[in-house]
């Protein structure tokens, strides 16, 4: 149990500080090229911000875990095997590089990114042959329903659920990043008071909070990087994949933590979103009138 509890939190502060190290860095060689976000083809910027924070959040999530399994810190965990948990790991880290480069090739390019949601759908299709897929839905008064094959469309719908949710919050400048942190923990928690002695989910999840978790004072304060339109998409496909171990092996209480929390953000953001673009439009008009 203390075991669980130590290497996570030694693996979600050090996400935290790598990801704190290389914000300002990514942020540098960003601006210096050029990469930055167009307000004139998103709406959504309102400046030019240097891109390329899923960089960022790749390298810092990936090394820690990748460590971990050069140090031996993995075994059989629960109903994963070591074995499992290294195909699991591949599958991912496969699908996130290949959503990395085109990220990053689209924002090299200044180009919209809309291509991104066919490469999200080739990523859930390429995890499900690496045994990332939901196998069984847990309903209250049903029962288990075994899924088979429809394990793999319910699989897409929720990667690009999440995916959606995670590009439309990143349109606030660090909102995203605050999410998939505040979230990650209460997985992480969730399966760290569960008694199972397993490691490696939790180790997931503390990790990748501590990794967004470092990028938030570079977004939502100095806002000095972003993850991009075609960027934010990784990052909401490595929570997605997260989930997806996740329920394989708890109940449905946690299954419908998720889509509760995704409802809550969505009303709170649209909220906000309909506000900022009443509010801002306002603020030139009367700036002008002062000068006058």
């Not at 790749?58 to 399994?69: D, P």
């Not at 605050?178 to 199972?196: E, M």
């Not at 394989?248 to 309909?274: C, M, S």
């Amino acid at each position: 149990m203390n075991r669980v509890w130590i290497f996570s939190a030694l693996s979600a502060a050090s996400a935290f500080f790598l990801s704190c190290i290389l914000s300002p860095l990514v942020s540098g060689a960003a601006k210096k090229r050029g990469i930055v976000s167009d307000p004139g083809k998103v709406r959504f910027y309102t400046s030019q911000t240097p891109l390329l924070g899923h960089l960022v959040l790749f390298f810092s999530f990936f090394s820690l875990l990748a460590g971990a399994f050069a140090f031996g810190l993995f075994s059989d965990d629960f109903i994963y095997t070591l074995s499992d948990l290294q195909r699991i790991t591949t599958g991912i880290f496969f699908a996130s590089l290949f959503l990395a480069i085109s990220a990053t090739y689209s924002d090299v390019r200044n180009e919209s990114g809309d291509f991104e949601w066919l490469y999200i759908i080739g990523s859930a299709f390429l995890i499900y042959f690496f045994d990332i897929r939901f196998i069984v839905l847990k309903i209250p008064g049903m029962g288990d329903i075994n899924l088979y094959i429809w394990g793999l469309p319910l699989l897409v719908v929720w990667i690009l659920l999440i995916v959606s949710i995670i590009e439309l919050l990143d349109f606030f400048e660090g909102l995203a990043s605050c999410v998939v942190a505040v979230v990650s923990v209460v997985y992480f928690y969730l399966h760290a008071s569960a008694g199972k002695g397993e490691l490696f989910v939790p180790f997931f999840f503390a990790t990748l909070g501590g990794a967004a978790a470092g990028l938030v004072p570079h977004q939502l304060f100095r806002r000095k990087i972003l993850y991009g339109k075609a960027g934010n998409k990784l990052v909401g496909f490595l929570f997605a994949a997260g989930t997806v171990i996740s329920h394989r092996k708890e109940t449905t209480g946690q299954f419908l933590i998720f889509p509760i929390a995704v409802i809550l953000f969505f009303i709170v953001a649209v909220n906000y979103l309909f506000l900022e673009r009443q509010l801002r439009p306002l603020v030139g008009p009367v700036e002008k009138e002062k000068k006058k």
